[in-house]
């Protein structure tokens, strides 16, 4: 496909997809910072990304922006874009660009499990499919989010005197994790560090069920015995949390799967719960768009390129810069 | 096998060693026999291994993924036990109960060879990843969790109210699944009998001396002087019914040392170094390592590097139990026990004339190089025969290391914590416009440097050898080393003693490392 290129520029339309640094047109798949970058000309994306941006970028982060609806085509000249779920946070969008007969997804970050804080992913049938591989490799099989939550509620009634301080990603992650809890019955205060704050009030006034929930301060440690509270990854290892009384560190996130690596960060109790497709999702998912032709990017492109061409597919390593596997979620 | 999973994964991802002594505990308790017997001896590394090969799981995860798959998450995992567990696929089904320990190890035993990769699919099909981990993990043994022999034990105590001195004088003499050890434990017998002259004994540790610490507060007077040799530190258990050498872990070698065992009179459990040469004269520590490399000696071998024993402590005179007397009084019965009985292979270790720690500082570097030992050892007088590394009586004053630089040749994975980093590598310096490797390190370099490194290595790659991986000849190190010696067996025709990092030269070109010859000159 001549109209693309591997930098995820659309020349027909002068715009690129999630570009690292500022250009004229950007589509914007997700308000994670290593796809929403802030000092564009015109940002096109989901209203919720759009919000996203301004709660973390401010409201000049762009000079101007410009929402679409899910499922809705905008034409500009010949070239078709669509948005749809990507099932990742909350606005996160797959886009599907249509230029003389031929389709091309880009998917951003995606998962395809439910997650009542996101719209869920769709599957859309294309020509070329550019996905994502953070967790592309055949040892990544989460499991189910459901059965994480069951852990850590059964540590918390184990050990009921003590803080379960939990390292999640301020956007989405944290949100998820709360709502998880909630469906699962779970309904005392949580204790939420400042930086997530924001946030977590955007998904609650988007109506997403998060409960009650308070601020994290210092001064409350003896209040947060027992409770459950949220901060993000790197508060974990700082003073704010050595600040706390005793608590058992956690983590929510897919990499928790690698025994050595939870280790190594100091996690007792690992949540392998993940905002990104494991390796089956990706390779169903990759099945099912029925594409000949698969882009890879963001993370362990290798496996899933060996995958897709064991599998009669064309393959290609994006190897796009920026996209740290220590910022991700 | 589903509790000991749990007991597993809690372990390694604990910190605090109260959570391990609890969860230890909690499972002591609440394990029947002879399960937690087995699991005792897994986690202690006393338990011989179920005799499953690493090749063998690695055969059964290459037909069930693609090849170049589990290459590459091998290589991002780093430890055979974590991948195969993880990339199994998860089937969910568990039909069958997962065995208990016992008969784990008991059907892989009775099982023929040929139907053990059948046996072992059908336990890991029916298992979650952390239940396949530890099954692995305890097949192929070498659990490392990060739990010491030493932490088991103490856990034993806090579990039974047993004093863990009382356990540690029985350990040695006790064998998986601890039947009598629990039995004691849970009150039910008293203390398990062990016959001393037959068991290895713990041995007595020294901690490194800091100069201006421990000089100043402690008076000369107090202590006793020996050289520190450059051998094996050994215990040799010997009675009319048997003879036998024991290294530091407690592992067996007589069988390497005939010319020693063979000569063994009396009864009497020793504590001394294990050293080779003619009419007690110590070969450098390389020569000792022709003698260390084979399960049993060649004649020429007997004859080249003829073993000894340097003998510097005593714990047991006869059947006596002579651990609590104090050093003064153990090194009396020992030179009395060298008199009264003849052991032509047995040579008592030489007390250092001195009245100030500044002599013996001076006495520490003179005779080095003659000689050839690597410092000196410093022991309270009165010190009681303690096994560990108790703080305070016995201290090691090394010689002062010595340096150079040399370029990384070849980086490999470490184990355990380390095991996705490339942390051990393989140092070269230059003979003419050749680079010859004189020796491998892994220590002397801090967490954040390690990450480094392993970054550097996998930006550098050459060529992979299987963990091995060749790199660009561009990074300098400067090496610490105790001594070095002349060496047939290494390229370069040099061996390091004790090489470890003293720090990463990231500004240095390759072409400024060391040469043979300047290293030749100090040897
Ligand atoms: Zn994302
Ligand atoms: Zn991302």
Redesign the pocket.
Known sequence: MQWINHELYIAPIDAYIDPIKPVDKAIITHG?A??ARPGHQKVLASRQTIDIMKIRYGEKSATSFQSMEFGKPLRINDVTITLYPAGHILGSAQISIEYRGQRVVVTG?YKTIPDSSAQAFEIIKCDLFVT?ATFGLPIFQHPSPHNEINNLLKSISEQPKRTHLIGVYSLGKAQRVISLLREAGYDHPIFIHGALEKLCDYYSSERINLGLLRKALVQDKETMKGAVVMAPPSALRDRWSRRLMDPIICQASGWMTIKQRAKRSGVELPLIISDHADWNELTSTIDSTEADTIWVT?GREDALVHWCKLNGKNAEPLRLQG?DEEL?I | MKRFSQLLVTLILKTSRNDKISVLSEYFKYTPDPDRGYALGALTGTLSNPGIKPSLLRTLAAERIDQELFNLSYDYVGDLAETVSLIWPDTAAYKEKLPSITEFISKIDRTPKAKLSALISNFLDNANSNERWAMIKFATGGLRVGLSARLAKTALAAYSGCLLEDIEKVWHGLTPPYIGLFEWLDGKTSIPKIQHTRTFHPMMLANPLNIEQDFNRLDPNDFQAEWKWDGIRVQAVFDESGKQLYSRTGDDISRAFPDIVGELNGKAVLDGELLVGDNFKALPFNQLQQRLNRKSPTKTHLKDYPAFIRVYDMLFYNDDDVRDLPLKIRRQKLEDWMKRVKNSRLDISEILDFDSWSRLAELRTEKADTLGHEGVMIKDLQSKYSPGRPKGPWFKWKRDPKFLDGVMMYAQRGHGRRSSFYSDYTFGIWRGNELVPVGKAYSGFTDEELVMLDKWVRGNTLNRFGPVREVRKELVVELAFDSAHASSRHKSGIALRFPRINRIRWDKPAQEADTTETITSIM
């Open positions: 994670h290593d796809h970050d994502e963001h996209r991700e």
